[in-house]
């Protein structure tokens, strides 16, 4: 075959296919035309075959010549490929009733738990006071959770919180406060220090309105030289009114925890019945308990390896739940358990 007559047939097999793909009317009798053009036996293939015999000067034209045209056929190919998938699409489509242009099914927007809510409002505002995030374990060592914070085994204190200890792991505790976690932290970190630890605690108790045997607590700690009593009064009344608003009322009262000498309690006047009419959450008191607190205990520090002659501290423990009762106008704390979607709905 000459150079003329190989371009006249490359001329007829690009009309011949252009012509069965123009008529092609389903994606079956397009491949069929593909495999016979440009499949492995397919006439366009035998015919950049014969390239082989022509001459340099011949291959330099009808090279790129034979080229061009396979890449013209698999563009078109290609093309009436698309146009024939959206044609089934659409005749798919007008068969069925399917009213593309109906808005979709909303997908419901999960939002927080009340009791996160109200946590990360508590956590924002302490760290706007300077503290930072540090966490510690829910299974506890008894050291962390009682020993190293001056209550040894013969303590009254146990009693009070009347632990689960775990059968079968002598000596490890559902911890029953976040307080293990000033030991830990203070174990690895030395001061100046300044750690909120939020979580999960564990004691046996009945359930009632206010009381869970699983609860959540804020732990407090700032350890630095000169910390005082005046620091912790005036940090904590910041926090209340932070949290609460600048009409935040604050009570401390003188109270006792082995690992803080003086220690105290803080109330927040009840705002549910605004101090006047008893009511239920403060049980007429007007004030409500929100946390324990203190002065760090020498005993703690030295237990730490922290010199109390040099450094002191304060440290506080607060309960998430009555805070977050009294913020989210929640009365009764099996409402933060029992996922009753009446309830968290509203927040
Ligand atoms: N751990 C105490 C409790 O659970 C609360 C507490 C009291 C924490 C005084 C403290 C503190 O850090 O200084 O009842």
């Given at each position: ?113 009340p009791l996160?809510?109200a ?90 309105a206010s ?57 927040v006047?009840c705002v549910f ?8 959450f403060c ?5 409500k308990?929100m ?28 309960g998430v739940e009555r805070l977050a009762m009294m913020l989210l106008n929640i009365k009764d704390i099996r409402a933060f ?11």
């Open positions: 075959m000459n150079l003329t007559e190989w371009k006249q047939k490359c001329a007829a097999v690009e009309a011949e296919y252009k012509k069965q793909i123009a008529a092609a009317a389903d994606a079956d009798v397009l491949e069929a035309a593909r495999v016979a053009s440009l499949g492995r036996k397919g006439a366009l293939t035998e015919l950049l075959k014969n390239l082989k015999d022509f001459s340099i000067e011949e291959k330099k034209e009808a090279g790129p010549l034979g080229n061009e045209l396979k890449k013209n056929l698999e563009a078109a190919f290609e093309s009436k490929e698309m146009t024939l998938v959206a044609a089934k699409l659409n005749a798919d489509l007008e068969k069925t009733n399917i009213d593309l242009t109906l808005p979709g099914a909303p997908v419901a927007a999960g939002h927080y738990h996160t809510i946590l990360n409002r508590m956590t924002a505002v302490l760290s706007k006071l300077g503290f930072v995030w540090a966490d510690g374990p829910q299974i506890e060592e008894e050291k962390y959770n009682f020993d190293y914070l001056n209550i040894p085994a013969h303590h009254p204190a146990r009693d009070m919180q009347d632990t689960f200890f775990i059968a079968g792991k002598p000596g490890m505790v559902l911890r029953t406060h976040t307080s293990n976690v000033q030991v830990r932290y203070m174990e690895k970190n030395k001061p100046p220090l300044r750690i909120m630890s939020p979580g999960r605690v564990f004691r046996k108790d009945d359930i009632d009381h869970s045997p699983v609860f959540n607590q804020i732990e407090g700690l700032y350890v630095d030289k000169n910390v005082s009593l005046a620091d912790l009064k005036s940090d904590l009344t910041a926090f209340m009114k932070g949290l609460f608003g600048a009409k935040a009322e604050v009570r401390f009262r003188p109270s006792y925890f082995p690992f803080v000498e003086p220690g105290v309690e803080v109330d006047k019945c605004d101090g006047k009419s008893p009511c239920a049980k007429g008191t007007g004030w308990e946390l324990g607190a203190g002065i760090v205990h020498p005993q703690v520090l030295r237990n730490v390896g922290i010199d109390p002659e040099v450094y002191s501290g304060y440290a506080f423990g607060m358990y029992e996922n009753d979607l009446r309830i968290l709905r509203q927040f």
